[in-house]
């Protein structure tokens, strides 16, 4: 069974940074495309970034463009999301995703990725 865990998050305040890690045990993410995700209150769950299994490939939201990055060290089996410039509207929780498809990096979208981590909180906040 794939497990993700997801940590990094935090309060920190507006303009401040954070950097999420996702791990995985039970499987290596060599062959899964790696997505982040976020869910506010009462809102949809969201992709924030996706990124292929070899690292080539990459998806941002418009919203985190410029300001996010997406990274992979499979030799250590991680995938981590750097985020810079943070906003008080970034607040959610941060769940990490992964899938054996390319086409999950393309789309980036929750229905395109099977296995979930139990997320980590993030708050942008003065």
């Known amino acids: 069974q794939l497990q993700l865990v997801e940590s990094g998050g935090g309060l920190v305040q507006p303009g401040g940074s954070l950097r999420l890690s996702c791990a995985a045990s039970?499987?290596?993410?060599?062959?899964?495309?790696i997505g982040w995700f976020r869910q506010a209150p009462g809102k949809e769950r969201e992709g924030v970034s996706c990124?292929?299994?070899?690292?080539?490939?990459?998806n941002y939201a418009d919203t985190v463009k410029g300001r996010f990055t997406i990274s992979r060290d499979n030799a250590k089996n991680t995938v981590s999301l750097q985020m810079n410039s943070l906003k008080p509207e970034d607040t959610a929780v941060y769940y990490c995703?992964?899938?054996?498809?390319?086409?999950?990096?393309?789309?980036?979208?929750?229905?395109?990725?099977?296995?979930w981590g139990q997320g980590t909180q993030v708050t942008v906040a003065s």
């Open positions: 995703a992964a899938e054996a498809s390319t086409w999950s990096v393309k789309a980036c979208s929750k229905e395109a990725f099977g296995s």
């Open positions: 039970g499987f290596t993410l060599d062959y899964y495309a």
């Open positions: 990124i292929s299994n070899s690292g080539d490939m990459t």
